[in-house]
C-alpha cells in the first residue's frame, strides 16, 4: 500500500552538523560596503533516520540586513546534535534568514534523497538551460572585460556603479554601451549608493541606453525609500529593480502588495522561506542572483530557478555569473557561461564540499 500521503504528516527527526567556513576569494571584492576578501558561512547536514542525507548553506550579508555567521552559528549550537521539523520550523525566519534557508534546502534534499521516486526530470525537460549575467566590476575596467565576455558569448551583463565619482561614472556609460554585443543589454547595480536626485540623474541618462533596469538606486533603509523607489518608478521608463529592499519573504511580500511595478532581484540564500515568496512572484519581472555562495548553497538556488522558471518563456538572465570565486576552487559553483544548464547541477556534489571543510 503507497503510504507517500501519510509519510508527510509523521514528525521527521534528523541528526544534524554544521561546519563553518572561513573561504579566501581569489580577488577580494570591492563594494558600497568596503572590501570583501573572504566569505564566511556555513554548511548544514541533516541525516534522516531513513538515511536520506541533505545538505543545506548558511550563506549571510549582514548589510543586506540577514543575520551574521557568529548569530547563525549560535541558533545551531542550541540546536544540538539532533533536531525535528518542528525545531526547524521554529526558527525565526525574519531573523535568521540564511539559517532558515540553509535547514530548509538541506531538509528538502534529505527528503529528496531518501524518495528516489522524486527526479527532477520532468522540470529539467521544461527549461533545460538559463541564461546568466556576467558580473563585471565597478569602473573603466568594465569596458575591456564586458568586450572579452562578449566573445565568450555573454549577452546580459551586471555592471556595478556608485562605487566611485557620478561624474566619472556618468561618463563611462557611452563607452560601457559601446562594449556591448549587438541585442545585449546592461543592468546597472548601485547598491543603494545614490540619493533621490543621484538616481534621477541616472535614470534620466539611461533613456534610449540599452539598460535592462537600475538595480537598488537608493538604499532600502533610506527615510521614505518605499515612497521615494515607486515614485522613481512611476517618473522613469528605465525599470527599477529592488534588491536591498527584498531580503526575506516579509519584504517581497509587502512590495507585492504596493504593487511594485519594476523587477525583484531574488537572493534565494537571503529569503528565510522562500517558497512562498516564490509562488506570489511574477515570472516575467524576477530575477534570481547570487549570495556569493559556495556550491552548495548555488546548488539550491539554481535548483530553485530551474523550478520557478519551468515553462517560462524567455525567462530573464539569472545573475550567477559570478565564479570562479574562491582561492580553493573545490569551493566555487558552476564557471560563468552564458548559459547554466539544469544537468550542471547534478554534477556539484554537496558532500565533497562539506568533506574538505573537515
Ligand atoms: O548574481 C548577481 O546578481 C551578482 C551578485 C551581486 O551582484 C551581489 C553579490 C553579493 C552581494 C550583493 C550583490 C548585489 O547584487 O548587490
Ligand atoms: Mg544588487
Known amino acids: 500500500m503507497c503510504c507517500c500521503g501519510r509519510l508527510d504528516k509523521i514528525a521527521v527527526n534528523y541528526t544534524f552538523a554544521y561546519r563553518r567556513y572561513s573561504l579566501p576569494f581569489r580577488t577580494p571584492l570591492r563594494t558600497a560596503h568596503g572590501l570583501w576578501t573572504r566569505r564566511e558561512g556555513l554548511l548544514a547536514r541533516l541525516e534522516r533516520e531513513d538515511g536520506g542525507v541533505g545538505f543545506g548553506e548558511c550563506a549571510p550579508i549582514p548589510w543586506f540586513g540577514t543575520e551574521t555567521v557568529a548569530e547563525a552559528t549560535d541558533v545551531c549550537a542550541t540546536l544540538g546534535a539532533r533536531v525535528s521539523d518542528e525545531q526547524i520550523g521554529e526558527i525565526d ?114 533613456v534610449g541606453y540599452p539598460v535592462e533596469f537600475i538595480e537598488q538606486p537608493v538604499a532600502a533603509d533610506a527615510a521614505g525609500a518605499e515612497d521615494l523607489l515607486l515614485g522613481l518608478a512611476a517618473d522613469y521608463p528605465v525599470p527599477i529593480a529592488l534588491d536591498e529592499s527584498v531580503v526575506g519573504a516579509g519584504d517581497v511580500g509587502g512590495w507585492l502588495d504596493l504593487d511594485w511595478p519594476g523587477i525583484y532581484v531574488i537572493k534565494p540564500s537571503l529569503l528565510g522561506d522562500v517558497d512562498d515568496a516564490l509562488k506570489r512572484l511574477p515570472k516575467s519581472r524576477t530575477v534570481f542572483s547570487s549570495a556569493i555562495e559556495t556550491g552548495v548553497g548555488a546548488k539550491s538556488a539554481l535548483n530553485m530557478a530551474f523550478e520557478f522558471f519551468a515553462g517560462t518563456e524567455k525567462p530573464r538572465a539569472l545573475g550567477f555569473g559570478v565564479w570562479p570565486l574562491f582561492e580553493d576552487a573545490r569551493f566555487d559553483g558552476p564557471r560563468a557561461a552564458p548559459f547554466v544548464r539544469a544537468k550542471d547541477l547534478e554534477r556539484l556534489k554537496p558532500e565533497i564540499l562539506w568533506n574538505a571543510l573537515n
Open 93 to 206: 525566519a525574519a531573523r535568521y534568514p540564511c539559517l532558515r534557508f540553509a535547514l530548509g534546502r538541506a531538509k528538502f534534499s534529505a527528503g529528496l534523497a531518501a524518495d528516489a521516486s522524486q527526479d527532477r526530470a520532468a522540470r529539467t525537460e521544461a527549461s533545460p538551460y538559463l541564461p546568466v549575467a556576467a558580473l563585471v566590476l565597478a569602473g573603466r575596467v568594465a569596458v575591456g572585460k564586458i568586450s572579452a565576455l562578449a566573445d565568450d558569448g555573454f549577452r546580459a551583463f551586471k555592471w556595478k556603479v556608485g562605487a566611485g565619482d557620478m561624474a566619472d561614472e556618468l561618463a563611462l556609460l557611452d563607452d560601457v554601451c559601446a562594449a556591448l554585443p549587438q541585442g545585449a543589454r546592461l543592468r546597472l547595480d548601485a547598491n543603494g549608493a545614490w540619493d533621490r536626485r543621484g538616481a534621477e540623474r541616472w535614470l534620466s541618462r539611461c
